[in-house]
């Protein structure tokens, strides 16, 4: 049973279009995350919500915008996407915002190409 | 927000010896955790040590903590070329919207 499940895995779009990524966990978690990750492997977080509030929202370009339908899914759909957005979108979750009690738990990522 | 920065960026070593790296931070924390990614995959939990809390064991893994020094390091004694991955430590701030930052990770390469 994957914890953690985003969709999809790879992600290939030409410049311009808009596109989704979808997360779920099944961890009964209260917050989930989305996090960037650079050709460098720097991880950066992009927004969080605690029970479908948001609480965290970095300095994203507002073409990112994630939408938490409830609190077991957290979606990044991403407007006009540019050749800076290829990266690698990973979803998080963790029981707590601080991820006190188990730490956080990681999607497998989504690898995005823009073309 | 503050990041936590892993040092060395690279380690190589052989198969049996330790592996030692370390990270720092800006800014008081709740918690520091470590996290291991293997290339192509999700970031996998390893450990959580607290803020009051100086040293934890897990198998293998070792990780100290030192918070006068703002900094924290991840032992692995007897690596296995299985170790072969990315180390990150994360940090969760102590008060204020308890921003979860990641580090560039100490990437770890275990020769058999």
């Known amino acids: 049973d994957t914890a953690v499940s985003q969709t999809p895995k790879y992600l290939v779009t030409q410049m311009g279009n808009d596109k989704s990524i979808k997360c779920e966990q099944n961890?009964?978690?209260?917050?989930m995350y989305w996090y960037k990750q650079d050709s460098k492997k720097f991880l950066k977080i992009m927004f969080s919500y605690n029970n479908k509030e948001l609480i965290i929202n970095e300095t994203v370009p507002n073409r990112f915008s994630p939408k938490s339908p409830d609190k077991a899914h957290l979606n990044l759909h991403i407007n006009s996407l540019e050749l800076g957005d290829s990266a690698v979108y990973f979803c998080?979750?963790?029981?707590?915002?601080?991820?006190?009690?188990?730490?956080?738990?990681f999607g497998s990522g989504t690898r995005l190409t823009v073309v | 927000s503050q990041q936590g920065e892993e040092d060395p960026q690279a380690l190589s070593i052989q198969e049996g010896e330790n592996a030692t790296m370390n990270c720092s931070y800006k800014t008081s924390i709740n918690n520091l955790q470590w996290y291991r990614q293997n290339s192509g995959r999700g970031l996998v939990h390893l450990i959580l040590i607290r803020s009051n809390e100086r040293e934890k064991h897990s198998g293998r893994l070792r990780v100290t903590l030192d918070t006068s020094k703002k900094s924290s390091s991840l032992l692995i004694t007897a690596s296995r070329a299985a170790d072969t991955a990315s180390y990150f430590c994360a940090t969760a701030s102590s008060g204020g919207s308890y921003i979860p930052t990641f580090g560039r990770g100490t990437s770890l390469i275990v020769h058999p």
């Open positions: 998080a979750s963790s029981q707590h915002r601080t991820g006190q009690a188990y730490g956080y738990t």
């Open positions: 961890l009964g978690h209260d917050t």
